[in-house]
C-alpha cells in the first residue's frame, strides 16, 4: 500500500494547491493535514508522508509559489541586458500574467501575513527572492540616472506598485475589463 502512486499525480503538489485553496477561502485558522486530504480524497494520513505539521505545509506552499514564480520571472528576462527598461517591462509583464493564470497564488501570497517584503536598496536577511530580482534590475535601471538613492527607492516602489497594482486589478473577479489582460498588460506597463 505504501508504494502505492496518488491516482491524481504528484501527491505533495495535490496537498500544496488544496492547502493553498483552503487558507485564501478560510484563512490559517480553517487549514488543517485532515481537510487537505480530505480535499485531495486520501486517508488523513496520507499528508503526513509530506509534511509532518500544517506548519511544515504552509511553509511549502510558499517555497512551491515562489519556485514557479521564480521560472517565470528569470525566464522573462533570459534575453535581456540588466539595467535595461526592456529587461524590467518583461519581468512587470511576466509577474502579472503569472497571477492572472494564479490568481489563487496571488491571494495566498499578498492576502495572507506569511510574506514580508522589506522595502530596501539593501540585501536584508531572507529577502524574498523574486523582490530581489527585480530589485537587482530596477537598481541597474536606475543607477544610469544619477538618481539619489533616496530617489531611487521611491521610484523602485514606484515601479513595484504599478506592477502590483495592475496584477491585483487583474486578477479581482469582480473587476470587468473589456480588453485582454494578457494582450495589453505590456501596452499598459509601458504607457503605449
Not at 485531495?40 to 509530506?50: D, E, I, K, L, R
Not at 509534511?51 to 514564480?69: D, G, N, P, Y
Not at 513595484?160 to 506597463?189: F, H, M, P, R, S
Request: hydrophobic fraction near 40%.
Amino acid at each position: 500500500m505504501a508504494n502505492k502512486k496518488y491516482h491524481h499525480g504528484n501527491l505533495k503538489v495535490a496537498l500544496i494547491e488544496a492547502g493553498i485553496e483552503i487558507i485564501n477561502a478560510f484563512g490559517e485558522e480553517g487549514l488543517s493535514l485532515r481537510k487537505v486530504a480530505a480535499k485531495c480524497n486520501v486517508s488523513q494520513a496520507a499528508p503526513y508522508a509530506h509534511f509532518e505539521s500544517k506548519e511544515a505545509l504552509i511553509h511549502a506552499m510558499q517555497q512551491h509559489v515562489t519556485e514557479q514564480f521564480m521560472l517565470v520571472l528569470e525566464s522573462s528576462i533570459k534575453k535581456e541586458k540588466e539595467g535595461s527598461p526592456e529587461a524590467i517591462l518583461k519581468m512587470g509583464e511576466a509577474y502579472i500574467h503569472f497571477f492572472i493564470e494564479h490568481p489563487n497564488y496571488f491571494r495566498f501570497l499578498f492576502f495572507t501575513p506569511y510574506l514580508q517584503i522589506h522595502l530596501s536598496l539593501e540585501d536584508s536577511e531572507n529577502i524574498y527572492p523574486p523582490y530581489q530580482l527585480f530589485r537587482r534590475y530596477a537598481i541597474a535601471l536606475l543607477e544610469q540616472t544619477n538618481v539619489s538613492k533616496e530617489s531611487m527607492l521611491r521610484k523602485m516602489i514606484n515601479m513595484w506598485a504599478t506592477v502590483q497594482g495592475a496584477a491585483l486589478i487583474a486578477t479581482q473577479e469582480n473587476v470587468i475589463y473589456d480588453g485582454n489582460w494578457k494582450n495589453d498588460i505590456y501596452q499598459i506597463l509601458s504607457n503605449e
